[in-house]
């Protein structure tokens, strides 16, 4: 077979292979679409097919096959980053900015400092931190990775549940926003490069430059000539941040985070979301599962997996009930909130894998981060759907708060 038939055998696998299991299984409740694609990327990655049927693996997904994979991957995720940055509204932060401060402080401080319990517990083995990894870099990185909320994924999820436009639901979408600007913030310090710090300070410097005139320009342009802008403007700045040593995505976050919803439209942007989401992003779960590996045996994955969820999970809920206190929540608020804001998937995949790009975890690392993000993800329709049941009848989801 040529390459271009194999490729398309593997875009075939890619595609029909989850949408059957989330159909057939009727799996929406506990697992959506896009976590069934996540766990049929680990399913098709070497620790599973190819384990068991290793020469069908390395025929399918030949390095031609796979560069080809990781080309589309890298673009979906860029246009999937941006898009992340776009939706933040930081004007509704400021708005709200001694609730949204107080409580995306402590939903990100608290499970970052469990995180990093929990990598320093790792650490005294072998096989968890990268070969290029200072210690600081591995525990930060880790500790990250337990804090992050995924934001896309959390607006997916709060449509599901009917509270996405409802009071309840902006908060917690503010206190998201924040905590994506701060994770991307530690990413650009992770990755800081002392050796490289010019050209690093250099690109930030020319960013914040050149932000001026292009916000100027998009306001001006035509709203059909602005996506066509705005994707140069995304290839350039992903362009400089990987040139200075930052990541291709962080610059695709920063790109993303000058831009106004407004210049697009809301309906546009949901429907470029959904598109990417269905089109090019079940590429980039292949792509990561394609990553993973067991060396270490299996149930020491699954162990450290379990660590860093427990450390992800019981950050974020401790975090909400604080905050919950200290700002004079209703009853019941901070179990909800800090359950949604516990969701990972997408964001912390992505976190992992620049931090696997960049050797500062190991392939196993990355799996025991990978099945994390999976389960906290899956545990969160179940956990809160009959929580905002009860809050409905309460009237709790539909009053405003401040």
């Given at each position: 077979?040529?390459?271009?038939?194999?490729?398309?055998?593997?875009?075939?696998?890619?595609?029909v292979?989850?949408?059957?299991?989330?159909?057939?299984c009727?799996?929406?409740?506990?697992?959506?679409?896009?976590?069934?694609?996540?766990?049929?990327?680990i399913?098709?990655?070497?620790?599973?097919?190819?384990?068991?049927?290793?020469?069908?693996?390395?025929?399918?997904?030949?390095?031609?096959?796979?560069?080809?994979l990781?080309?589309?991957?890298?673009?979906?995720v860029?246009?999937f980053?941006?898009?992340?940055?776009?939706?933040?509204?930081?004007?509704k932060?400021w708005?709200y900015?001694?609730?949204?401060?107080?409580t995306?402080g402590l939903?990100?401080?608290?499970?970052?400092?469990?995180?990093?319990?929990?990598?320093?517990l790792?650490m005294?083995?072998?096989?968890w931190?990268?070969?290029?990894?200072?210690?600081?870099?591995?525990?930060?990185?880790?500790?990250?990775?337990?804090?992050?909320?995924?934001?896309?994924i959390?607006?997916?999820?709060?449509?599901?549940?009917n509270?996405?436009?409802?009071?309840?639901?902006q908060?917690?979408?503010?206190?998201?926003?924040?905590?994506d600007?701060?994770?991307?913030g530690?990413?650009?310090?992770?990755?800081?490069?002392?050796?490289?710090?010019?050209?690093?300070l250099?690109?930030?410097?020319?960013?914040?430059?050149?932000?001026?005139?292009?916000?100027?320009?998009?306001?001006?342009l035509?709203?059909?000539?602005?996506?066509?802008?705005?994707?140069?403007?995304?290839?350039?700045?992903a362009?400089?941040?990987?040139?200075?040593?930052?990541?291709?995505?962080?610059g695709?976050f920063?790109?993303?985070?000058?831009?106004?919803?407004?210049?697009?439209?809301?309906?546009?942007?949901?429907?470029?979301?959904k598109?990417?989401?269905m089109?090019?992003?079940?590429?980039?779960?292949?792509?990561?599962?394609?990553?993973?590996?067991?060396?270490?045996?299996?149930y020491?994955v699954f162990?450290?997996?379990?660590?860093l969820?427990?450390?992800?999970?019981?950050?974020?809920?401790?975090?909400?009930?604080?905050?919950?206190k200290?700002l004079?929540?209703?009853?019941?608020?901070?179990?909800?909130?800090?359950?949604?804001?516990?969701?990972?998937?997408?964001?912390?995949?992505i976190?992992?894998?620049?931090?696997?790009?960049?050797?500062?975890?190991?392939?196993?690392?990355f799996?025991?981060?990978?099945?994390?993000?999976?389960?906290?993800?899956?545990?969160?329709?179940?956990?809160?759907?009959?929580k905002?049941h009860?809050?409905?009848?309460?009237?709790?989801?539909?009053?405003?708060?401040?």
């Open positions: 077979m040529s390459t271009t038939e194999i490729f398309l055998l593997a875009m075939l696998l890619i595609f292979a989850p949408y059957l299991v989330w159909r057939l009727r799996t929406d409740y506990f697992a959506p679409l896009v976590i069934v694609q996540i766990i049929m990327g399913i098709l990655g070497p620790g599973v097919v190819g384990a068991f049927f290793p020469e069908y693996h390395k025929f399918v997904f030949n390095p031609d096959v796979v560069k080809t990781n080309g589309i991957a890298q673009w979906g860029m246009l980053v941006m898009l992340a940055g776009v939706e933040l509204d930081l004007k932060v708005q900015r001694r609730e949204s401060a107080a995306a939903s990100l401080g608290v499970p970052l400092l469990a995180g990093c319990a929990a990598a320093f790792l005294q083995y072998q096989g931190i990268g070969s290029k990894a200072a210690p600081w870099q591995f525990m930060l990185g880790t500790g990250m990775a337990c804090a992050v909320t995924a934001l896309p959390l607006v997916l999820l709060l449509e599901k549940l509270i996405l436009r409802q009071p309840m639901g908060r917690i979408l503010r206190y998201a926003s924040l905590d600007v701060a994770i991307w530690v990413l650009a310090l992770i990755m800081l490069d002392w050796e490289r710090v010019g050209r690093q250099g690109f930030l410097l020319l960013f914040v430059f050149l932000t001026v005139p292009f916000r100027r320009l998009m306001a001006r035509p709203r059909s000539d602005r996506w066509y802008v705005a994707l140069g403007w995304l290839i350039a700045c362009f400089g941040a990987d040139w200075a040593g930052l990541h291709f995505m962080v695709a920063l790109a993303g985070v000058v831009m106004d919803a407004d210049w697009f439209g809301q309906e546009q942007l949901d429907a470029l979301f598109n990417v989401l089109v090019l992003m079940p590429v980039f779960f292949l792509s990561t599962g394609l990553r993973t590996k067991w060396d270490l045996g299996g020491q162990f450290a997996a379990g660590l969820l427990f450390a992800s999970v019981g950050g974020k809920l401790a975090a909400a009930h604080i905050a919950g200290l004079n929540w209703k009853s019941g608020e901070a179990s909800i909130i800090g359950w949604l804001l516990q969701t990972k998937a997408l964001i912390e995949i976190f992992a894998n620049i931090l696997l790009d960049k050797q500062i975890i190991t392939s196993e690392t799996t025991a981060l990978l099945l994390m993000a999976v389960g906290s993800t899956m545990l969160t329709i179940p956990v809160v759907h009959p905002l009860r809050a409905q009848h309460s009237g709790l989801v539909n009053q405003a708060s401040s």
